[in-house]
Each structure stands twice: as C-alpha cells, then as structure tokens.
C-alpha cells in the first residue's frame, strides 16, 4: 500500500461531506474558493467518493434536462414526416433516427416481445445450463411472466 501526505486543506475536504452548497467550478477542481472567489494553492491530492458523486448527479440532471427540451421538437419532426408536409426528397433519415433514439431515452422504448422456444430450451439444457429461465409472455403493460425451470444437464 502507498501512502501519500496530504494537507490541511485536503484533510478538511475529506472531513466536509456536505457538497451540495458548491459551484460547479468548485466541484471539478475538488476545491473551493477563498473570500475573495480565487482558488488558492495546489489541488488536493485525493478527492473524496461523495464530492464525485455530486458532480455526476448534477451533471446527469443537466443532460437529462437538456434532452427533455430537445424532445418535443423530435416529435413535431417526425409528427411533419408521417403528415408529409416536409418534401419526401428532403426527409433525412439520419435525423429521423436521432429522433427516435431520443423519444426512446426519454419516454422510454416500447416494450418487445421475447418468446424462448422449445428448441432453444433444449439448446440450453445441452449447454448445461443449471437453470434456464422461460419468458411466457410480454404483455403490452411491460410486465413480465417469468418461469423457472430447472434443468438437469445429465439428464437424470
């Protein structure tokens, strides 16, 4: 094991679990400012798992924010494809894909069906598989109909 040497400041930060009051700025240099809003000597040496955890909360809530807003206009793009005001030869595909993408991470993507037939059970069980597990049905709701079976790869 390695140890390092670290300071008074680094110390205090470790000891400071309350990070919510931090700038952004604060927040990436693992640092805060002094009185007069300046970052003052060299920056701490280790950074504490919970200052991590704020930046990546508040940044994940900014993304998720701007992809909300970016939402809408995905719709009414697509909603001016299916009504065929926009031009056939004017239509990109590429943008449609984006659109859908967006609808999907935001709204969710719509639930599939997965059926395992008998066949690929008994792929399972020649693969030796302790326990397979046997999707009856995806309902439209999105819940799930899940089935234990257990299987015997010697066939006894």
């Not at 952004?24 to 701490?44: A, S, V, Y």
């Not at 005001?85 to 999907?104: A, K, M, Y």
């Amino acid at each position: 094991m390695t140890r390092i040497q670290v300071g008074k400041k680094t110390i205090a930060l470790l000891e400071n679990p309350d990070y919510e009051k931090w700038s952004d700025e604060e927040l990436i240099r693992g640092q805060q400012m002094d009185k007069r809003g300046r970052f003052n000597g060299n920056l701490p040496k280790v950074i504490p798992l919970a200052l991590l955890q704020e930046l990546n909360r508040r940044n994940g809530s900014k993304a998720i924010h701007r992809l909300e807003q970016a939402l809408l206009p995905a719709v009414e793009y697509l909603c001016k494809v299916a009504e065929g005001t926009i031009p056939g030869d004017q239509v990109d595909e590429t943008r449609i894909r984006v659109c859908e993408t967006l609808i999907n991470r935001i709204l969710g993507k719509q639930t599939e069906r997965i059926v395992i037939t008998s066949a690929q059970q008994n792929d399972y069980e020649k693969a030796g598989v302790q326990k397979a597990v046997v999707i009856r049905d995806v309902a439209e709701t999105g819940v799930i109909d899940v089935e234990s079976v257990e299987v015997d790869p010697f066939g006894q």
